[in-house]
T-cell receptor, first 115, second 110 residues
Framework: SAVISQKPSRDICQRGTSLTIQCQVD?????MFWYRQQPGQSLTLIAT?????????ESGFVIDKFPISRPNLTFSTLTVSNMSPEDSSIYLC????????????FGSGTRLTVV | AQTVTQSQPEMSVQEAETVTLSCTYD???????LFWYKQPPSRQMILVIR??????QNATENRFSVNFQKAAKSFSLKISDSQLGDTAMYFC???????FGKGTRLSVIA
């Protein structure tokens, strides 16, 4: 299965600023996903990032707040814009299975605290 | 809408004992995949076991096995010979993309 490097692992940010989270995959993958995990909660899908096209956002998430880039098949970024304390969460990227079926692989997550 | 329900927010088990975590889901799809993921305090999501919906045989991975009841839309996880390292949040999920339940916090007690 793919190996994902996610950066940064954690950050403390001032409200009103933006943070960009990066995910690098060690192999080419068609679909990448971004999730948010609020404190003590489950994972909620933010968007699906496809190379060469606009990301597809889930209900409740908008591009202006969470712009996503997917410049190639091994890399994606998620930006959390104009942050407020409510954005304090763990953000995780994930990639879908390649040929065959091995399950979805996750990055190690970014713990974001907004003060 | 596709949903996943984990009715046990917290569970505990004695070391070496067996525990079963429950999961039900709702979907109109006929072909899908089901997963159990483990999230220890390190927050890394670790795939525990997967099941293809078209397979009647229950999946098994070492000490982990599932009881998949497609008609009942039930997908429980059994952990045998529980170990301290099994202490984590366990999430049930299905494709696609992944929809997660709220999780069950499992504590293994020495």
């Amino acid at each position: 299965s793919a190996v994902i490097s996610q950066k940064p692992s954690r950050d403390i940010c001032q409200r009103g600023t933006s943070l960009t989270i990066q995910c690098q995959v060690d192999s080419q993958v068609t679909m990448m996903f971004w999730y948010r995990q609020q404190p003590g909660q489950s994972l909620t899908l933010i968007a699906t990032a496809n190379q060469g096209s606009e990301a597809t956002y889930e209900s409740g998430f908008v591009i202006d707040k969470f712009p996503i880039s997917r410049p190639n098949l091994t890399f994606s970024t998620l930006t959390v814009s104009n942050m407020s304390p409510e954005d304090s969460s763990i953000y995780l990227c994930s990639v879908g299975p390649a040929q065959g079926f091995y399950g979805y692989t996750f990055g190690s997550g970014t713990r974001l605290t907004v003060v | 809408a596709q949903t996943v329900t984990q009715s046990q927010p917290e569970m505990s088990v004695q070391e070496a004992e067996t525990v079963t975590l429950s999961c039900t889901y709702d979907t109109s799809e006929n072909n899908y995949y089901l997963f159990w993921y483990k999230q220890p305090p390190s927050r890394q999501m670790i795939l525990v076991i997967r099941q293809e919906a078209y397979k009647q045989q229950n999946a098994t991975e070492n000490r982990f096995s599932v009881n998949f009841q497609k008609a009942a839309k039930s997908f429980s996880l059994k952990i045998s010979d529980s170990q301290l390292g099994d202490t984590a949040m366990y999430f049930c999920a299905f494709t696609a993309p992944l929809v997660f339940g709220k999780g069950t916090r499992l504590s293994v007690i020495a």
